[in-house]
């Protein structure tokens, strides 16, 4: 590092931080601006001007021009297409403020690249294209902005010199965002005429435009009082890692996000409500006697308490909310839709949540209007307010509140995708007025008066495997045994009890939870429930599992290969699908998830369908279900 950058990092540690986004429409300059921000606060070297004049002759779209967009597209990719693509951090400083700047993507396919920068900013300057006004990209990301807690936008009409500096322009553009951003909840909006190419009103106040007399972009940067709350705000410490080097010592370490701590004082584990009084606050530096938000420590406590990776410590007297369902606004950043009910895992702070699920879309988010719109699904970079829930109560404050312990990402069970971001809005409390009304004669009870246990006997199957005909052989032979049991067949719900969802993933997803729930008060009242739904995602089929009791439900695969259910074909459904009649057909276009562990697995090449229910009493009679009467 050259010896004035040294001394200038050093002197910038003691400056007030500010850390704020740059964001808006591909191709607005963005960019440009913050590589002309770097150039003109001098943060530039020798060494990197002639880098970027080389780069610039090679990548750059401004002609003989330096193309200051190039010191921060760092990726060959983002040169080669002139598009940002990752979250760029820079570091500058002036005199009077040092900064953090984050520019983020402006492709709608970036969308979740620009959610986490917004994450981690306090103020956002959105640019706008002065020939192209108000963009759809603009308006999303402004609403992101919002969603995220940012409060402070500079609205930088950049490109003025490409409309010859008109200001009539500039005062339309600036009364259409005004206009759209009048529910955003943002504090401040201060519009700022520019030209991020020739550097108006971006480092100093620009000649070319005498009827603008406001500040140059740099000089509001400089001046705005953005202060810091997180050290005032309740003590919320996450714990990060359980430090236990020797016998003699055990330490949590993690970073204070909020508020303050003493040695001496009292805190809690927030979902257990376990206390204990800190004995030492271990730095690498030392013992500390009081640490505040952004101090990396270790606690020691006095007394010995249950406390593990993503617990979270608070004071006795400021409690977070605790709770196991929660309503959060939901970012989705996948290319596979979001399904209700499927299980995710979770991350909040530090701690790893491995089944949550989003129970509810209350409705998808219209990011040009604002408007609440119906959905059963959530697409790619969409946003909606959902319910969620957790398999374990879980600490937390609302976004709104404090973004640290507010906030939280869903990760794809299977493949360890970051699928998700989710802003936490308030806690669902469960109607304390709601209780179980304890019944006098027991499920048990019921079933011994018909001489049978009650339990779901599930069957599974691609579309034309046999399963419909297998299970009815099987219920027509339980019958003639004398037992009593109800068949409910995945076609015959779906003229009642389904009739208003059709086949896309999240109907599925919802046919199942409702099916599962009938089939569990008929075990409830004693009865052989005989269940035939092709079923294709296993975590619905384990939610149903978990609605009875251990031994009360019976997996069965029917497992025909898909050529010959397509050869069979008894629906005609496979030859539609071919001809793209019918879409999400299971095991065509959509996934079929084959059971790594039924119960029974019946393999239908080698025997008939009166054989294989004969294989499924059989079991029913080993399991003591039924008996050989």
Known sequence: MAPEAAVELVQARTKDQLRFITCGSVDDGKSTLIGRLLHDS?????????????????????????????????????????????????????????FMVLDTPGHEQYTRNMATGASNAQLAIILVDARKGVLVQ????????SLLGIRNIVLAVN?????????????????????????????SIIPIPISARYGDNVASRSGNIQWYDGPCVLDYLESIDIQSNAVIQPFRFPVQWVNRPNLDFRGYAGSVVTGSISAGDEVVVATSGQTARIKRIVTHDGDLTRAEAGDAITIS??????????????????????????????IWMDEDPLVAERKYILRIGTQTV????????????????????????????????CHVSTALPIAFDPYEINRETGSFIVIDRYTNRTIGAGMIAYPLRRATNIAWHPLSVSKNERAALKNQKACIIWFTGLSGSGKSTIANIVDQKLFTMAYHTMLLDGDNV???LSADLGFSEADRVENIRRVGEVAKLMVDSGLIVICSFISPYAAQRDMVRNLVGKDEFLEIFVDTPIGECARRDP????SKAKSGEIKNLTGIDAPYETPLRPEIHLRTTDKTPEQLAEVVIEVLIARAIVDSH
Do not use: W
């Open 159 to 187: 490109k003025i010199d490409l409309i010859n500096y008109k200001k009539e322009i500039f005062d339309r553009i600036v009364g259409d965002y005004i206009a759209f951003a009048a529910d955003l909840r943002f504090t």
């Open 138 to 145: 603009t308006k999303r990301h402004s609403f992101i902005c």
């Open 571 to 574: 629906k005609g459904l496979y």
């Open 301 to 330: 406590l006095e007394d010995e308490i249950d406390i593990s990776r993503g617990a979270l410590l608070t004071r006795p007297t400021e409690p977070p909310e605790v709770s196991d369902q929660f309503a959060a606004h939901l």
């Open 494 to 496: 779906r003229h009642g």
């Open 354 to 385: 491995p089944a949550g699920s989003i129970t509810a879309i209350r409705h998808r988010i219209d990011v040009n209007t604002g408007e609440h719109l119906t959905a059963k699904t959530l697409g790619l970079n969409e946003i909606g307010f």
């Open 42 to 98: 001098r943060m530039i070297y020798e060494d990197q001007l002639t880098a970027l004049a080389h780069d610039s002759a090679k990548h750059g779209t401004n002609g003989n021009d330096v193309d200051f967009a190039l010191l921060v597209d760092g990726l060959e990719a983002e040169r080669e297409q002139g598009i940002t693509i990752d979250v760029a951090h820079r570091f500058f400083t002036t005199p009077r403020r040092s």
